[in-house]
């Protein structure tokens, strides 16, 4: 069974991401404030673990790729779970398996690979020698559904948190895997078209809806430090007509 999966994230008035071009926070606020603010929401949401894209990943991790001579195909897609002990666990969704971590860890959380089966056996040696766990998205790595139920499963985490960048949010929006979203609104604004957003799933067609057959709950309210406000909806799925 796959875990409860809440976006977490935060963004200005306007929905975009990038922190550092937002206007600033009223005066007096101190300049942790959003980080702070943003980690003690997380907190109060009881979950054991979260997840990032690739890109997101990437600023967290500065490993390098290491030869192992062993065949460049692999052949096992078996799961593997290193000494997690009872960490959170820090999953990045990385198909091609472009990261190099040089660690089992980011910060005190264990860290945890999603993979296509396209990925080779020199790459998978590499992240045993580093402790980091990994689970395979099939063959392309774009079965997150399958992936999630093994995380659920194997890795014993019933709550989750995807804090992604507007692209692997919008994947898990459009395999409707996304149960809960918890919001935070900064009080700023950027302003600028085409600025990255919570949600861009890159679709086909301009006529693709991918929250379609969706409705949000709003579940709370809260005004915390600075201004920032905390929405969080259930994410309710309506039967097709």
Known sequence: MRPKIICH????????????????LPEGAEPNTILKVYDEAA?????QGWIVGRKTMADMVSGTARSYGVANTSRSHSTYIGNRRERAI???VDPAGKLHYGTDHVGSDHLVTILSEQVSDEYLAELRDDGVSYLFAGADGQDLYTAMTTLGSQFDVQTVLLEGGGTI????????LIDEISLLVYPGIDGLAGVPS?????????????AAGRTLLLLS?????????????????????
């Open 43 to 47: 907190q109060r949401m009881s979950a």
């Open 169 to 176: 949010n919008g994947a898990f929006l459009k395999a409707d």
């Open 90 to 92: 820090a999953v990045t």
């Open 198 to 210: 919570i949600f861009e799933y890159h679709g086909t067609s301009a006529d693709e809806l991918p």
């Open 221 to 241: 309210v809260e005004t915390l430090a600075a201004g920032v406000v905390w929405m969080r909806y259930a994410v309710d799925r309506r039967p097709a007509e």
């Open 9 to 24: 994230m935060i963004g200005s008035v306007d929905g975009r991401l990038l922190s550092d071009r937002w206007t600033p």
